[in-house]
Each structure stands twice: as C-alpha cells, then as structure tokens.
C-alpha cells in the first residue's frame, strides 16, 4: 500500500513520518536549512506478511500544490496531518479538497503535536475534522492524537496503516504497463533511473516500454520495487526502473513509462468535471486553467459542453485542450487550478482520450460521453453500442483492456476488416445496411445513366461517419446476401442496369479489339475517335457510360481500361505486396512495362477507388477482392 500525506505547512508530516518509519524524507539541503519539505519524500516499512508500506512525503506550502499533485498521483492511502495548536488550515482544507476531486476514498488523519496543547484544544480540533471530513470521501476517517516527539499515539497509527495495507485488495496487475514518473535522476555506473507508482499492468527486467508523450522507445535494465531489488513489479507498487535507451533529460516528471501499444499521447481529451464548492468563482467557457494529470502539469483550455458557465459545486462535461501533449486514458483524474496557480478549482476524470475538435457538442456526442460515464464495462459498451459501432482496438488502448470483446453483449455483430476489429449492435448493423441500400435506390433514381457509385463515393454519399473498414464489411456482407451487387467497382442495386442503344453496342465491339491489344497502355479518347471515324464528343460519351456500367474504367480523363487489363495490373499490386508489403511506383513501372508517368495514374486510380492506400511514397493493399483474388485475376 502506498500512504501519501497531506496537510498544511509546519504541521508536521515529515516529522511524522520519520517516527513511524525511521526515515528522514527531506533530502535536500535546501530543506533541511529551511525546516520545510520542498520536494518529495519517499519513505518505506516492511509488513508483517512480507509485504511493504510506502509513503510519499508531500510539501505543504500552498507554493508547492503542484508537487503536492504529483505525490497524491497514485496513492492508495491518505494521512491527513493537522497540527492540534493551529487546527484546520487553508492548506488543510485545499490538500483534503484535492484527494476529494481524486477520488480517494481510504484514510486516516494524524492529529500531531498534542504535547503542546490541552486536552480540551485536542478534543476541539477533532469535532472541526469530524465536520470537515463529513462532505468528502474521507468521512468518518479515523483520527489519531499524535506526538512525534515524545511517541505519544505513534504505535497505534503505525498499526492501523499496517491493519489497512494487510486488508486492502491486492491489485491484480492488469492491462498495459503504465507508471507515471515522479522523478528522473542518473546513478553511475547504472545510468538513467526513473522512479514513480505503477498504475496498470506488470513490468519485468528485459521488458521493452515506451516514454509518453515523447515517443522514446526504451528497455529496462533492472528494477527495484518499494525499494528492494526485482524482477517484477506491478499496479499499486512504487518502483525504479533502469533504463536504457534514454537520457536523463529525456525524461521528466510527468512523463509515463508504458507498454509500446498504450503510447498514444494527447492534448485534448473530453472529461466529467466537477468544480469544488469551495472554488472562488464559476468557471466560464475557454478558461485557461493549470491542469494536473499523474503527475504532468501543463496549462490548457476548458471547453464546456453543457453550457456557458459552471457554478461551484456543479459538475459538467467538458473538453479540456492543453498547450503540449500528455499521456492520458480513460478513467484518468486529473485537478484542475486557476490560471494563477492560487486555487484548486475542480477535478474530474478522463472519458475519452482523443476527442474531437469539432461537432462536441452535437446531441450524439454528448449521449456518448455519458455513456463513456458509466463505470461498468459491460453496462458502458451495452451504451455505446446502442449510438454507434465501436472500433474495438482503439478501445482496448483508450481503456486499457487486452479484450474489450468479452465484455460485449451476445448479439453484438463483430466485424474484422484488415487490421481492424469493429463491433456493432444487431440492430445498428441493420440500420447501416438498410441506409445503405436506401441511398443507392436513390442515386439510381436521380441518375438512372449510371450503374452506380464506386466504394470510396458510396461511403461518402451515403454513411460518411462509417470508417472505411467496416464500410468494406457491410458492403460485403450485402454481396454475400445477393442484396448489393457490384460490376467493376461500382456498387449498385440489383434491379438496376444500364443499357447500351444497337449503335453505341456496335461502335463499342469495334473499339473493343483495340483496346484489348494494347492492354496495359490502351489508345486515348481522341485516338479511339480517330480510328473510328467518330468525333471526340460522342466517342467519350459511350467510353463514361461503358465506365458507368462497369465495362470499362476510367483511370484517368481520357484513358479508359478493359476490366481484365485492370485485373492483370491490380495482380501486379499483390506480387509486389506480398514480395515487399507494398508497392512503389519504380517497381510497378519495371514490372509492368508502363512509363512511369502511366505507372502513377494506374496506382493513383487504385488508391482513388480503395484498392490501395497511399502511405507516404508507397502504395498498400487495402481491398485485396475488388478486382477479383490474384490467382483469378490474369
């Protein structure tokens, strides 16, 4: 268990701590000179079940709040220290406020420094705790008369944190590693060390991490955990991991330490908010604020999305932008302060972590976000599932779930794209499909000359908030049904065709031969006209409405392909997919005989139609099916 003090200055926390464990937590100079902690102190005690007791020793003067956050990051345990000569303090009641906003229910509070006063004095201050506490998590926490100084209460406050750390519920480690630094320092002959509290997941000696939101990947090297040497550690423990890979400097408090799959930082992330009844003033739209998150502090912008304004002691959803990025997920606690760093004005917790600039406050995004509220996971998918499809490992970063699909209802409907895992109610998955069909019947009626949409236009015709990978499985799953059809790349209706006049029929089995000889660098539109004896005009006409009905494809303005040319280079596509995991336009040219210009048409038109995707200079398969399997396509 990690025990984290709280409390005003000169009451007596690092003395405390010192007498329940032996430790003096103030370490540097400065404080020792000055009599005041400045920086944080780490203290450990060993339990009777082998276990350890941590405590993270925190500054109480209102100049040190947000090193006071970056201690309470974390803690299992809060022992609030109130001297009993001067009682509750504005430090007192702003460290109580903040472990309030985090959420931190276990506690206790050390009345110190009873030596000094009367037994009347002491009972008074502990009726002022009492009342103190009753509106927050920590009401009815034990409270403890205490004398550093001659022991008096020492023992018995020293059982009670070890009573509470035995009963506590050992946390099982899972998810992702993450571990938030505190403090990042070089030992020689070991190199950089950070040292911080585990919050999900196990981490081992060999393991390989990544820095957040710097994106350094690094390797631990050894560890030590509440102070002892290891090979592992987990969620709920302190530890100092040596790493390689990284510098000191590299590294800051604030920074996370976690597994290569949750680096995924942030700076702007939608939240519950709740202001503190005691903060000075309401909080208005696009208040700049200090926030705190782990143990990161950066300065951002509140957005509020119910409303202009929020009162003390109200709570709203919010958006909160930062000025740099940060590591944030969901379930996070963050606390917010004013833009002068002199009051703790609210807190709250994370609900998505990559949340959009524009559109927040539409009526769906904001049913999904008090969707996103829901403790449950089970109950919260159950939600969700009811407003939109789920891209199931984006959640399994956001949540920091290894499988958010066991959660899901029975008849959710999963769909596999690609890489890409999506999940869908039964009855959603309907609705998209029936949209679906609904618009196609309604492009083939404003425009009966034309055999339909391609892919990519459909999508954005008819469901343009449907990611591309699950649009190609519902397009899919109509194929299968023989509800959709699909000629070329064209999508279209069953009933619906086009058809060719005896003219246009004859000219186009005239042209057909040409175009087919010169397969992979077919005659332009003029030159089809030329050789006809037709004019431009009417032979570009019959060559869009051939496109229109899938026999030919347009590649570009002017150039049209066979079907089966197109199948031929598509397989080229695959060849040097499956040689190399994409295509560049040197290779497709030499393997393809085109000149290079026609070589880049050709995959601009199969990244235009959602064969492929463009990745910076290359070309990826996307839609390995469009143009018939590889071993059919020749």
Not at 318 to 335: E, K
Request: hydrophobic share 45%; net charge neutral; with cysteine.
């Amino acid at each position: 268990m990690i025990v984290g003090t709280a409390g005003h200055i000169d009451h007596g926390k690092t003395t405390l701590v010192h007498a329940l464990t032996g430790v003096d937590t103030d370490r540097l100079k400065e404080e020792k000179s000055r009599g005041i902690s400045i920086e944080l102190g780490y203290a450990y005690q060993p339990l009777e079940d082998g276990g350890v007791l941590g405590f993270v020793d925190v500054p109480g003067h209102e100049r040190f709040i947000h090193t006071m956050l970056a201690g309470a990051a974390g803690i299992d345990f809060a022992l609030l220290v109130v001297a009993a000569d001067d009682g509750v303090m504005p430090q007192t009641r702003e460290h109580l406020s903040i472990l309030n906003l985090l959420g931190i229910e276990r506690g206790a509070v050390a009345l110190t420094k009873i030596d000094r006063v009367e037994a009347a004095r002491t009972a008074e201050v502990e009726r002022d705790l009492q009342r103190m506490l009753a509106d927050t998590a920590l009401a009815g926490a034990p409270v403890f008369p205490v004398s550093a100084a001659d022991g008096q209460g020492v023992d018995a406050l020293r059982a009670h944190l070890h009573e509470a750390a035995q009963a506590m519920p050992q946390a099982r480690g899972e998810g992702g590693f993450r571990l938030v630094v505190d403090r990042s320092f070089t030992l020689k002959g070991t190199g950089t060390v950070v040292t911080g509290t585990v919050f999900a997941g196990r981490v081992a000696v060999g393991d390989e991490a990544v820095v957040t939101p710097s994106g350094k990947p690094v390797r631990i090297r050894s560890l030590h955990v509440m102070n002892r040497p290891a090979q592992a550690g987990q969620a709920g423990q302190r530890c100092a991991l040596n790493l390689h890979g990284v510098s000191k400097d590299e590294v800051a408090r604030g920074d996370w330490i976690v597994a290569p799959r949750l680096h995924a930082p942030t700076a702007r992330f939608d939240v519950r908010l709740s202001l503190s009844p005691q903060a000075p003033a309401a909080l208005t739209h696009w208040a700049p604020v200090h926030l705190h998150l782990g143990a990161a502090h950066v300065m951002a912008r509140v957005a509020l999305l119910e409303g202009e304004r929020l009162a003390p002691g109200e709570g709203a959803l919010a958006q909160l932008v930062a000025d740099r990025p940060l590591g944030a997920l969901h379930g996070d606690r963050f606390i917010v302060r004013d833009a002068d760093a002199r009051h703790t004005l609210g807190g709250g917790i994370v609900l998505d972590p990559e949340a959009p600039a524009r559109k927040r406050k539409t009526p769906l995004r904001l049913a999904e976000l008090a969707a996103l509220d829901i403790p449950d996971t089970a109950q919260r998918l159950r939600c969700l599932l009811g407003l939109r499809g789920l891209d199931l490992d984006r959640l399994a970063v956001h949540w920091n779930c290894s499988d958010p699909a066991a959660h899901l209802p029975a008849d959710s409907t999963l769909v596999r794209a690609g890489h890409e895992t999506w999940a869908f109610s039964a009855a959603h998955w309907v609705r998209l499909q029936d949209a679906l069909r609904a618009g196609l019947a309604a492009f083939h009626e404003r425009f009966p000359d034309e055999l339909g949409p391609d892919a990519a236009r459909a999508r954005r015709m008819f469901l343009p908030t449907l990611p591309a990978a699950a649009f190609l499985a519902l397009t899919a799953a109509l194929l299968a049904a023989g509800t959709l059809q699909r000629s070329g790349s064209w999508l279209h209706l069953p009933t619906h065709s086009i058809a060719l006049t005896r003219e246009e029929d004859a000219l186009y089995q005239r042209i057909r031969p040409w175009l087919t000889e010169a397969a992979f660098d077919p005659p332009w539109t003029r030159d089809l006209a030329r050789m006809s004896g037709k004019d431009e005009a009417s032979m570009r006409r019959l060559l869009q409405k051939l496109a229109r009905q899938g026999k030919l494809y347009q590649v570009v303005r002017d150039l049209f392909y066979l079907p089966e040319s197109v199948a031929q280079l598509a397989t080229l596509v695959q060849e040097l997919e499956h040689l190399g995991g994409e295509t560049r336009a040197a290779e497709f040219r030499d393997r393809s005989g085109l000149s290079r210009k026609r070589a880049v048409q050709v995959l601009e038109f199969f990244d235009r139609v959602g064969y492929t995707r463009r990745v910076r200079e290359a070309h990826r398969l996307r839609n390995a099916d469009m143009f018939g399997r590889a071993e059919h396509a020749a």
